[in-house]
């Protein structure tokens, strides 16, 4: 007698996981790459072969793309050149932090001490300045540009040519104090954009250069 025959076992399909939503990096609308003009879409893949990602303030400024072309001319200039400076890449990159540290800047703070550590290898020296700039182990004429700064940042309105002559006493030319002040307004700029706007900083800021050279 032929044995009943069993019945199929059925198979449980695992659910598949939902991809996470991706986060907003801002309070406010912020365009995807499809929705960009030809020119800033160029511009992010500059970014994207440089660094292997695309910076959210590039994504969040191209909201209005034209500001955001004619803003990053500007601070691509004073920031990154070299033969036209009058200050090395060391000295804006921790003024950047120190102003960004005084207006409590998430954004500029995460990208701007990744930068620090990049071009010092230091990985300490960022951390210091975000704390308090005045304990760093720094030149006289690094503490005065920070102290310059961070005046220029919490009350301009105080300021008198004596600070402009401490610098000058130092081997400043006023072409140096005048760049060094257009980094300062640069970051006060960026720092209330960012603040107020909510942007987030890419994640892979926290990680890069920490290992020291």
């Known amino acids: 007698m032929a ?17 996470p939503e991706p986060q907003p990096t801002a309070w406010v609308r912020v365009p995807p790459e499809d929705q960009v003009p030809e020119d800033v879409r160029v511009l992010f893949g500059k970014f994207q072969e440089k660094t292997g990602f695309v910076p959210n303030v590039a994504r969040n400024f191209a909201l209005t793309p034209e500001h955001f072309l004619r803003w990053f001319r500007y ?19 921790m003024i950047a932090v120190v102003v960004s540290s005084a207006n409590q800047c998430e954004y500029c703070l995460a990208s701007h ?12 020296l960022p951390d210091v300045l975000a704390a308090n700039f005045r304990r760093a182990h720094l ?18 309105a105080v300021m008198s040519s004596a ?33 107020a706007l909510g942007w987030v900083p890419n994640e892979v800021y926290y990680f890069l250069h920490r290992d020291k050279r």
Do not use: C, W
């Not at 044995?3 to 991809?19: F, I, L």
């Not at 601070?75 to 990159?93: A, T």
């Not at 006023?174 to 954009?193: G, K, P």
């Open 163 to 195: 600070d402009v002559q401490m610098l000058r006493a130092l081997g400043l030319s006023d072409e140096a104090i005048f760049e060094a002040a257009q980094v300062a307004a640069m970051f006060n700029f960026t720092n209330r954009l960012a603040n």
């Open 3 to 19: 044995k009943p025959r069993a019945k199929p076992t059925k198979v449980k399909k695992t659910p598949q996981k939902a991809r």
């Open 139 to 156: 030149t006289p004429r690094e503490h005065a540009l920070l102290e310059f700064a961070y005046q220029m940042t919490v009350d301009s």
């Open 113 to 124: 001490k990744a930068y620090l550590r990049e071009i010092t290898g230091d990985p300490v």
């Open 75 to 93: 601070y691509d200039f004073l920031m990154r050149n070299e033969d036209q400076s009058h200050l090395s890449r060391k000295e804006r990159e």
